[in-house]
């Protein structure tokens, strides 16, 4: 929604396998009065042929065995398919990373959140793609490295 708020002649949508997750969407667009155009399905499947300037996720990204030591209104609230990113938190960036360059233009930009440490290992993976290049993390107010990007050659 702060895309759509910040890009307001941006075509923005959102994608999930969470019926749920997306009727929640739809209410946050309607209060922050955005328009999003929000589809079920997983990762670019619903986008099959359709080329982007931008592609931004907040993935699952913690390891699996972390989950149950999260704060309850993390651990409790959310989905446990929103949260679980594997045995070390990259299932999700071993997938969409590889996949991506098929739905981005030309210098378009591929933005993902981190969990806490995993940004060396997710540059990692853009790397070994080839498909990258002006790779970058970027810190939050915290200054924990929290977004990882790349821009296709």
Known sequence: MALART????????????LKALELAQKNAD????TVTLVQGSLFEPFEGQKFDLIVSNPPY??????????PEVR???PLEAL?????GLDFY?????VAPSCLEKGGWLLL?????????VLKIFEATGYFHEL??????????????GRKK
Request: hydrophobic content about 30%; glycine content about 14%.
């Open 76 to 78: 409790d609230y959310e």
């Open 7 to 18: 890009c307001p002649d941006a075509h923005v949508y959102g994608v999930d396998p969470s």
């Open 113 to 121: 959140e981190v969990g806490i440490g995993e940004a060396p290992e």
């Open 94 to 98: 071993r997938r969409i990373i590889p």
């Open 84 to 88: 679980d990113g594997g045995t070390d």
């Open 62 to 71: 913690i390891p699996t065995a972390e989950i149950a030591g999260l704060q």
């Open 136 to 149: 970058f993390s970027a810190r939050d107010t915290g200054t924990i490295e929290r977004v990882v990007g």
């Open 31 to 34: 209060r922050h009065g955005v």
